[in-house]
């Protein structure tokens, strides 16, 4: 959760996500964000910094507003979220911020150890980076939205098998030691995340072996706090709300 005051820049909101209490060396870190309901995109390297504890500042940037893409621009050459300041670096796009997340704080575990499973973490974290456009486009996330089933499409029926192959693949072969695709949460079950919310609240069928995958990260610290704060956001945004 957001600790200290939170200040108002533009149509943007500020705050701090809190830190390892003794960090090994001091970070200065900004992490520019969309509306924590819908934006996926913002919600993959939030919760990836929020469950490894590295501290970041947080700016909100409302999304479908007048002053949007403005504000936007003020942080990112791209004019989209997420984007992530440190210092003069800048940062933008989501597996970008996590590879460079990767190679900032080396001592944690973004990515599985094991070079064959960290391989495997980044192949699936590119597909879904680039794929699944079916079930992105017919089942936005929404945080804040009540489980209610959607009837899929064949794309996105295709995409929801492919990923449950893949979650079956990657525990089958690294997982086994936990509840995550490679055991421990990682950098591409962070990429999964909104995945995740798609499948809950549109009441997907997938098998028990997902459901529980997706238990445990509806379960994670990160996820309820990301959550809580999605559920006080005042903004809504009619497209992302239909039945």
């Known amino acids: ?48 910094m929020r469950h490894f ?17 403005a504000a936007m621009l003020r942080y990112s050459p791209a004019g989209k979220c997420p984007a992530l300041r440190d210092g003069d670096v800048t940062v933008w796009d989501s597996l970008a911020i996590i590879e460079y ?15 064959a499973a960290r391989a495997q973490a980044r192949s699936l974290a590119a597909e879904m ?23 899929l499409t064949p794309e996105a029926s295709a995409d929801v098998a492919r990923i449950e192959e893949a979650f079956k693949q990657a525990r089958a072969e690294f997982g086994q030691s936990g509840a995550f695709l490679f055991g421990d949460f990682s950098a591409a079950d962070a990429m999964f995340a909104p995945v995740v919310n798609r499948l809950h609240i549109y009441a997907v069928t997938v098998t028990p072996a997902t459901r529980a995958y997706m238990e445990a990260m509806m379960a994670l610290p990160a996820w309820q706090d990301w959550s809580r704060q999605a559920r006080a956001e005042p903004w809504t945004i009619a497209k992302y709300e239909g039945a």
């Open 1 to 48: 959760m957001i600790n200290g005051a939170e200040s108002v820049i533009g149509h943007a909101t500020a705050g701090r996500s809190p830190g390892p209490s003794n960090p090994e060396r001091p970070l200065s870190l900004t992490l520019v964000i969309a509306n924590k309901a819908y934006s996926s995109w913002s919600f993959r390297p939030w919760i990836l």
């Open 53 to 69: 504890g590295i501290a970041f500042d947080e700016i909100v940037i409302p999304m479908a507003q007048e002053t949007t893409h």
């Open 101 to 115: 997340l990767a190679e900032l704080a080396p001592e944690k575990p973004l990515w599985p150890g094991p070079r």
């Open 129 to 151: 980076h680039s794929g699944f456009m079916g079930l992105r486009g017919l089942l936005p996330m929404n945080m804040r939205r009540a489980v209610k089933r959607r009837e």
